[in-house]
Structure formats: structure tokens, C-alpha cells
């Protein structure tokens, strides 16, 4: 028996099909935007492979930095792996090595360091070494120990020294951050004003704020040192285990004082004591007769 026009399913049902006319267009907005954000996330996963087709398009494709730092990525695992074809992209990587950008530098310095059999990356490093960059020069100087060699100890050395930010113009110190404050790489530190200007001071480092050494409303002379930053405790640990291998007597003192375990991890303690042990007994045994200096403390992966 049909209902008549009072039939109340019949009005339930043109009140729910007007209120999805209503609102359809949102959502086909709202389902739009999370299958954008999806896309968004999928192809800047750094999980997701990529062909070699796409290795070698992203590889340079500079104006997404992402991109590249994907497919340096992906060849970083395929020289792990001992996949000869990873060799196909080294011109692109070294390419990559002068690259204006401080993220490209910082990380193939790194990746280079995987194939420790490659003479052009061994030269790429030893360049990059003098890099205007700390946290590329400290990188190249990482990698460098996986070919064992020493030729950054320096740079290893002021891993674990204090980093003195300067000034790179004169201006008033309008300010700055506390001391003690933990601080990422491009961190804002500091504000100088000039005339008609303001410039900001950012972290060339990831560390901690040990001193602010100046006051506000002071005038500095472009070179002045602003603040000075203790290296997080992941680089320490690096700069530890290189010097384990690559380290020599004068470095002790300064392995050292990360052994006392006041103000680091016991990771770091248990690192600084492994590293003076391999040092001292690599300068024992180049000491003694046909002695051949082999660490004894942790390897390099």
C-alpha cells in the first residue's frame, strides 16, 4: 500500500538527502584535502623507493631539495647493500659536493664515507674539509675515518671543543637566547640591530648554549663572539668513536674529560673511556716491536 505525503519515512528520508546536498560540497573539500595531504606525505616519505629512473631525475632536481636528499638516500642504502650499480650516480653525488646548498654538502659528506674504496669521494672529503660550513666540515671529517683517515682530526677535535658563534657584521645586541638552552641547527641565537636593519644570528650547529658572552644593548665589532655551543651528545659520540680509530696521545686529554660522566650520558662516558683505551693501546703497539697500531676500541659500521 503506498503512504500518502504525511508518510513521516518519506520526510526523515528528503531531510537527510537536503542536508547532504547542503553539505556534499564540503565534503568533497574535506575528502580532497586528506587525499592531498596523503600525496604530500607519500612522495616526500623518505621510506618509499624509487626507481632508478627517479633516483637520477631527483638527484637533480635542486629546487626541491627534498627530492635529492630522497635519492641520496636510496643510494646511500644501495652502497651498503654492495650494489655495484649504486656507482652509476657518483658523478651526480660529486656534482652534488659543490653544491651551493649547505643540506646537499652536509649530506653526501656523509654518504661518501660508505664507499671507503672510492679514490673521488676520498678527494671529494678531503676538499669538503675546508667546506665554510661546521657541520659539513665535520661530516667530511667523520666519513674521512672510514678510509682511515686522519686528516680531519681537527675538525673531530672541535666536535668536542666549544663553537664560538661571532658576529659577521657590527650592530647592537638586541638579544639573545639564555645560556643552557638547547638549540637545533638554524636555531635563531641572537638579533643585532643597525641603522635601518635587524639581523639574526642562527645556530651553524645543533648543541647547547654554555655562555652568552655578551650584554644587551652592547656594540659589537663584526667577529665578536656572541655565544659558544656544546655539540649535541649524538655528534660527541661520533667525534669519540672516530677518534678510537684515528686518534693519537695528544688527544687524550681531551677524550678524557668526557669520561668523568659529569654533565653527559653514560653512552658518551662508556665511548670516552673505550676511545683513551684504543688510543693508548694503538700508540702501545706502533711502539713496540713490529707493533702495527690496530684499534682496540669500537669500529666504525
Do not use: C
Request: zero cysteines.
Amino acid at each position: 500500500m503506498l503512504g500518502n505525503g504525511n508518510n513521516p519515512h518519506l520526510a526523515v528520508n528528503t531531510q537527510v538527502s537536503k542536508r547532504f546536498g547542503a553539505s556534499g560540497p564540503f565534503l568533497f573539500l574535506a575528502l580532497l584535502f586528506v587525499v592531498a595531504v596523503f600525496l604530500s606525505w607519500y612522495f616526500t616519505w623518505f621510506g618509499r623507493g624509487l626507481s632508478d629512473a627517479d633516483i637520477s631525475t631527483y638527484l637533480t632536481d635542486e629546487r626541491h631539495p627534498r627530492r635529492v636528499q630522497h635519492a641520496l638516500l636510496q643510494v646511500q642504502q644501495q652502497i651498503e647493500r654492495g650494489d655495484p650499480g649504486a656507482k652509476r650516480w657518483y658523478s651526480q653525488i660529486l656534482s652534488l659536493a659543490g653544491s651551493s646548498e649547505t643540506e646537499f654538502r652536509l649530506t653526501v659528506a656523509w654518504l661518501m664515507g660508505f664507499d671507503n674504496q672510492s679514490e673521488e669521494f676520498h678527494q671529494a672529503l678531503l676538499k669538503l674539509l675546508a667546506d665554510s660550513e661546521p657541520v659539513v666540515r665535520r661530516n667530511a671529517a667523520l666519513a674521512l675515518v672510514r678510509f682511515r683517515d686522519a686528516s680531519g682530526r681537527s675538525e673531530l677535535h672541535s666536535i668536542l671543543g666549544l663553537y664560538s658563534v661571532r658576529a659577521k657584521t657590527p650592530g647592537i645586541v638586541a638579544s639573545t637566547l639564555r645560556a643552557g638552552s638547547d638549540v637545533s641547527r638554524g636555531a635563531l641565537l641572537a638579533r643585532l640591530q643597525q641603522a635601518e636593519s635587524t639581523t639574526e644570528i642562527r645556530s651553524p650547529l645543533p648543541g647547547r648554549i654554555t655562555d652568552v658572552l655578551v650584554n644587551p644593548s652592547a656594540s659589537l665589532a663584526a667577529g665578536d663572539t656572541i655565544v659558544t655551543i656544546q655539540s649535541d651528545e649524538a655528534s660527541i659520540w661520533e667525534a669519540l668513536r672516530g677518534l678510537s680509530l684515528v686518534g693519537q696521545n695528544e688527544d687524550l686529554p681531551m677524550v678524557e674529560q668526557f669520561t668523568q660522566g659529569v654533565g653527559f650520558s653514560e653512552r658518551i662516558t662508556k665511548q670516552a673511556t673505550l676511545t683513551a683505551e684504543s688510543i693508548r693501546g694503538r700508540q702501545s703497539n706502533s711502539q713496540g716491536p713490529g707493533g702495527s697500531g690496530g684499534a682496540s676500541g669500537s669500529e666504525m659500521p
